[in-house]
Nanobody, 116 residues
Framework: QVQLVESGGGLVQPGGSLRLSCAVS????????MAWYRQTPGKQRELVAT???????NYADSVKGRFTISRDNAGNTLYLQMNSLKPEDTARYYC??????????WGQGTQVAASS
């Protein structure tokens, strides 16, 4: 089992920055990859960024060059640095972990709003 708890969301003006964190506990050693997703009401959850155990990253086209996903060396915390935020980045952001058995784990989410 893996437990995920997100933090760091909030309200910022367009052009501002936020850093989201996801605290990972439980069977951390079993995790193959992690990701950030986001969702707005009435829409499907959207993949934002992924990072593999080897550190390879991938981003949605809409956030490339503005967002950076990273993970601490112990694998206990996942981050999402978000710069140059736009109103369309407003969403609830979820942390995801996928383990060796291809099970998915989710946090409860943290709300991000970019608005003036």
């Amino acid at each position: 089992q893996v437990q995920l708890v997100e933090s760091g969301g909030g309200l910022v003006q367009p052009g501002g920055s936020l850093r989201l964190s996801c605290a990972v506990s439980g069977s951390v050693f079993s995790i193959n990859s992690m990701a950030w997703y986001r969702q707005t009401p009435g829409k499907q959850r959207e993949l934002v960024a992924t990072i593999t155990g080897g550190g390879r990253t991938n981003y949605a086209d809409s956030v490339k060059g503005r967002f950076t996903i990273s993970r601490d060396n112990a694998g206990n915390t996942l981050y999402l640095q978000m710069n140059s935020l736009k109103p369309e980045d407003t969403a609830r952001y979820y942390c995801n972990a996928n383990n060796e058995q291809n099970n998915d784990y989710w946090g409860q989410g943290t709300q991000v709003a970019a608005s003036s």
